[in-house]
């Protein structure tokens, strides 16, 4: 009976919207992080070597000991920094580009629905305010 009830639950989690969603951006994320280091090695990367005279970015590094036929090379690969800085900067920058414009539409759609809404107030009738009521009473009560 147990097992029957974890994978209902199971079902009523996975079919939830917002566990969908995260799927899904996390398969869009994965795919948009390829474009990214596409982005930043294939183009922002040389251009930036080319500035700092003909050097692949990517590849710099200062060697601390040279490889020997015993032991492997010994560097500080600062360039694989750089290139992980460029591309955090722009997975930054074009994430919040896509907020930015997500956020200005919610607000879009939000001042249309207020705007609606006063145009739906402002055409139902004013309640009578107290003093009409009673006048109405007491005009009621003279007619009897």
Request: aromatic share 6%.
């Amino acid at each position: 009976m147990a097992k029957s009830t974890f994978w209902s639950e199971f079902k009523t989690f996975i079919a939830r919207g917002n566990v969908m969603d995260m799927a899904v951006g996390v398969v869009v994320g994965g795919a948009f992080t390829a474009i990214v280091n596409s982005l930043v090695g294939d183009i922002i990367n040389p251009i930036i070597g080319k500035l700092f005279g003909g050097v692949d970015l990517s590849e710099a590094k200062v060697v601390l000991t040279e490889a020997t036929e015993e032991a492997a090379e010994v560097a500080i690969r600062y360039g694989a920094l750089i290139q992980a800085i460029i591309n955090f900067l722009i997975v930054a920058l074009c994430i919040f580009i896509v907020v930015r414009g997500i956020n200005k539409l919610k607000d879009k759609m939000k001042k249309e629905e207020e705007a609606a809404e006063e145009e739906a107030k402002e055409e139902e009738p004013a309640e009578p305010s107290e003093e009409v009521l009673l006048l109405r009473e007491i005009r009621d009560s003279l007619k009897k």
